[in-house]
């Protein structure tokens, strides 16, 4: 049937018709594949949630803010941290010494790394190929090769670490000391330390500015959060906050740092032009970790009693949205990403039709053949009286 139809059509219509016709075709097929690429470019971003309690990692669909999947994980998952490319999750098990390497393409564990002892916080470089993971029993960092899920270093540094981060250029890892009230700065070339800097009581969460200038440091013991100039690592401002902070996170402008304070079920709003407090923000019981969106539109912090992750639009500093996770939520880190979009989007016609890219269906096909058809039949009826 499909061969008498385009026998017949070839009969019917002019050659230039049929031009237009594979031209029309080939459109919609780019149409398809724009569509699809675009869904792919501007998909929302995913959260990977550690839960301490359950021992394993709720994954929410920032677009929809529902969790679409589970992960078994080690015991205890504190620290969190996705790789630039949104391919990978590094969860720190703090009661089984490693690290669990998960795949988020099918959101299962495909590797496990031993570290030091009790990992907390861990961070990834900004080109994916390092991971460090600080362990508090062992007063280490551990440096994972990505390429081989391997420890290629250990760095000793303050008494119990916590926190880390990385800073944009992939130069220079800060790490929390908590015992000792202070920040290692690591040189990531040699993996050794080259600054200390005495900060406030029980540091816990770091972060760095995109500008790379400065670091901001929550201070569970004093109730506040420390600035440091990373050209001269020294504190520059001391900003008081909620009780008993916790995480930190910066926003992709640098222009507000967001601190969750555990004590006082609360989230601070830091403006870093003048480091001060220019919101507060309540969510749920006991909130821990913190991070910002890519497009820095939403704040999502994790509260470990309520096991719920409250979602906070960053236009009106209000929460739009609480989700419910596993035990004990920790999300200690960096732990909202996803795939980068495409460098460029394809805008010449193709001239095959690849078999990944869906096509047309037949009677989609043979509708629009028939359209064509009908218009090449006008004037063949006038230079022929007999027709297919």
């Known amino acids: 049937m499909d061969f008498i139809f385009k026998e017949c059509m070839r009969q019917l219509v002019p050659l230039q018709y049929w031009v237009v016709l594979n031209r029309l075709i080939r459109a919609s097929l780019v149409g398809v594949l724009l569509a699809a690429l675009g869904g792919a470019a501007y998909a929302a971003p ?10 394993d990692v709720s994954v929410i669909d920032t677009s929809t803010n529902i969790v679409v999947a589970t992960v078994p994980v080690g015991i205890r998952p504190v620290g969190v941290a996705v790789n630039p490319a949104g391919s990978r999750v590094y969860v720190t098990n703090n009661d089984s010494d490693n690290v669990s390497v998960i795949d988020t393409s099918a959101n299962t564990v495909v590797a496990t790394v ?35 899920n391997t420890v290629v270093a250990t760095v000793g540094v303050g008494d119990f670490p916590t926190g880390v981060a990385v800073n944009p250029a992939g130069t220079r890892v800060y ?11 690591i040189d990531t070339s040699t993996n050794t330390v080259v600054a200390t800097v005495g900060v406030g009581d ?6 760095v500015n995109p500008a790379g200038t400065r670091v901001y440091v929550t201070n569970n013991g004093s109730d506040n959060v420390s600035v440091i100039d990373t050209s ?7 900003v008081g906050v909620g009780d008993s902070p916790f995480g930190v996170a910066v926003n992709p402008a640098g222009a507000r740092v967001y601190a969750a304070s555990s004590g006082s ?15 507060t923000v309540g969510v749920g019981g006991q909130p821990l970790g913190v991070t910002v969106n890519p497009a820095g539109t939403r704040v999502y912090v994790a509260n470990a009693n309520p096991n719920t992750v409250s979602v906070i639009d960053t236009s009106t500093n209000t929460v739009v949205a609480t989700v419910g996770v596993g035990s004990a939520p920790f999300a200690f880190g960096q732990f909202v990403g996803g795939p980068n979009p ?14 990944s890219i869906p096509t047309l269906s037949d009677y989609g096909l043979m509708a629009l053949g028939t359209l064509v058809g009908l218009i090449g039949m006008r004037r063949a009826r006038k230079r022929n009286p007999i027709i297919c």
């Open 46 to 55: 995913f959260a990977y949630i550690s839960n301490f309690g359950s021992n």
């Open 202 to 207: 029980f540091p816990y969460g770091v972060a």
């Open 342 to 355: 495409p460098a460029t989007i394809p805008t010449t016609i193709p001239t095959s039709i690849p078999t």
């Open 232 to 238: 001269t690592n020294t504190v520059v401002a001391t």
């Open 265 to 279: 079920d609360n989230v601070s709003v830091i403006d870093t032009s003048t480091n001060t407090v220019v919101a």
């Open 175 to 185: 790490v929390t000391n908590n015992d000792s009230g202070n920040v290692s700065v």
């Open 114 to 148: 031993g570290v030091g002892s009790s990992p907390f916080g861990v961070a990834v470089n900004p080109a994916g190929t390092r991971v460090y993971a600080a362990s508090r029993g062992s007063s280490t960092v551990s440096v994972i090769d990505t390429s081989t």
